[in-house]
């Protein structure tokens, strides 16, 4: 069986995308349209699909790093906020994004709480490992 490691990271996100568009409960907000992805970001993101792509790239960050929690996706995503003459920062992604989709990939079945002594954040269940590994082997032949 091929693993999500051994298949090229943008080829297996292209191809999730597509996948989470079919599922109904991931659909991105009507805001979506008008919030920047971080406080590091001048814009709001321009491609039409950024929700999906977001939300594939997080389920394969926690099919690989889980369990994971909001905190450390923020800081995976954030960048450097420009500051005009000032030297640049590092600032977090929006935690409101993330929190949407997670909530969003939770209620599709393929990530699932965990709230273990000393352990939170979410991890992948074994309905989103089959999906994932599913779609890996698919990019694989291709």
Same mark, same amino acid.
């Given at each position: 069986?091929?693993?999500?490691?051994?298949?090229?990271?943008?080829?297996?996100?292209?191809?999730?995308?597509?996948?989470?568009?079919?599922?109904?409960?991931?659909?991105?907000?009507?805001?979506?349209?008008?919030?920047?992805?971080?406080?590091? *970001?001048? %814009?709001?993101?321009?491609? &039409?699909?950024?929700?999906?792509?977001? +939300?594939? /790239? =997080? $389920?394969?960050? !926690?099919?690989?790093?889980?369990?994971?929690?909001?905190?450390?996706?923020?800081?995976?995503?954030?960048? *450097?906020? %420009?500051?005009?003459?000032? &030297?640049?920062?590092?600032?977090?992604? +929006?935690? /409101? =994004? $993330?929190?949407? !989709?997670?909530?969003?990939?939770?209620?599709?079945?393929?990530?699932?709480?965990?709230?273990?002594?000393?352990?939170?954040?979410?991890?992948?269940?074994?309905?989103?490992?089959?999906?994932?590994?599913?779609?890996?082997?698919?990019?694989?032949?291709?």
């Amino acid at each position: 069986m091929v693993a999500v490691q051994e298949v090229e990271a943008r080829k297996l996100i292209a191809r999730l995308k597509e996948e989470l568009k079919k599922v109904e409960a991931i659909k991105p907000p009507a805001w979506i349209n008008f919030a920047k992805s971080g406080a590091s *970001r001048e %814009r709001p993101p321009i491609q &039409p699909d950024f929700w999906y792509i977001r +939300s594939a /790239s =997080i $389920l394969k960050r !926690i099919y690989l790093n889980g369990p994971i929690g909001v905190e450390r996706l923020k800081t995976f995503y954030g960048g *450097r906020k %420009r500051r005009g003459t000032k &030297p640049a920062r590092f600032k977090k992604a +929006s935690g /409101s =994004i $993330l929190r949407k !989709i997670l909530q969003q990939l939770e209620a599709a079945g393929f990530v699932e709480k965990l709230d273990k002594k000393g352990v939170k954040g979410r991890k992948i269940s074994t309905t989103g490992r089959k999906f994932l590994d599913k779609i890996a082997y698919e990019v694989s032949k291709e």
